[in-house]
């Protein structure tokens, strides 16, 4: 199960996963986008709608699934979002509150509904989205990054509390990645979004997605805890070596 599979690393999970024979749960909000995934790659896709921030959809709709899609082996804990770059004495509560509630408490519903019964199989890996942006705060990134150092410790919280299974728990945490999430934190400001990624070659989901298979991929007994990936040129959330 992927969620947010409508975009950028979601996507390309979704994508890679299918490609290395698992068939996938793509969650999202955006009907079009899913329908348009289920007909590209029929029975080994199955879409899902419903927001990560809405508990009882959320749980309803795991709850309703089909028998044949009911044992969730791998969740990829991925739908998530910035909103603003703003320092934190002037922050929008409207943004902080959709970052909140959908980065820690979507991941978190989503991490409740579905564990459960991994643990009662004793079978099952779950693979969060963090960021780099959560190892240390940079300029006005304040909330977001905040949200995603919640992040880390909410997998190493479920790490510990799952030593006992044979489930794993993955944290990757990317850096500048080129996807939609600019153009969603700058209110769709695509000029904006595109200074993001100017004189760095950024990292594509696919790159993410590619260590997000590695990591279900590797022997049984081997646990890939943490992965910061970054872009060459790029060397923690706030140093970014740029061409000019
Ligand atoms: P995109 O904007 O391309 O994709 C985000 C996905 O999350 C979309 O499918 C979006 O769906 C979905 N989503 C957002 N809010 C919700 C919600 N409430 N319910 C369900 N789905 C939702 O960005 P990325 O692919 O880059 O982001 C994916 C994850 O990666 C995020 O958690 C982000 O924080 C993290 N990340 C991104 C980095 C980057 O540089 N791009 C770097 C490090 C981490 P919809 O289209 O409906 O909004
Ligand atoms: C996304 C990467 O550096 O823009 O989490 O916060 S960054």
């Not at 998530?80 to 509560?93: F, M, N, T």
């Not at 790159?207 to 298979?213: R, T």
Request: proline share 3%; charged share 20%; glycine share 8%.
């Amino acid at each position: 199960m992927v969620t947010g599979a409508t975009s950028g690393i979601g996507e390309a999970c979704a994508r890679q996963f299918i490609n290395a024979g698992y068939r996938v749960i793509a969650t999202g909000r955006n009907v079009t986008k899913l329908n348009l995934l289920k007909e590209e790659f029929g029975s080994d896709l199955l879409p899902l709608v419903f927001d990560v921030r809405d508990r009882e959809i959320a749980e309803a709709s795991v709850k309703a699934l089909p028998a044949e899609w009911s044992e969730i082996d791998i969740l990829i804990n991925n739908a998530g979002l910035a909103l603003g770059l703003d320092p934190e004495y002037q922050g929008d509560y409207t943004d902080w509150e959709t970052m909140i509630d959908t980065n820690i408490k979507g991941l978190l519903t989503m991490t409740r509904v579905v564990v459960p019964g991994m643990v009662e199989r004793n079978r099952g890996h779950v693979i969060n989205i963090g960021s780099v942006a959560g190892d240390a705060a940079y300029a006005n990134g304040n909330v977001y990054c905040a949200t995603k150092a919640a992040v880390k410790s909410i997998t190493d919280g479920l790490r510990i509390d799952v030593a006992h299974t044979a489930l794993r728990v993955t944290l990757l945490k990317p850096g500048l990645v080129e996807t939609n999430f600019s153009n969603v934190r700058f209110h769709g400001d695509d000029r904006r979004a595109d200074n993001v990624y100017k004189g760095i070659t950024p990292l594509t989901g696919d790159d993410i997605a590619n260590a997000a298979l590695y990591a279900a991929q590797a022997p049984k007994h081997v646990q890939i805890a943490e992965m910061l990936i970054l872009a060459t040129h790029q060397a923690n959330g706030s140093t970014i070596v740029r061409k000019s």
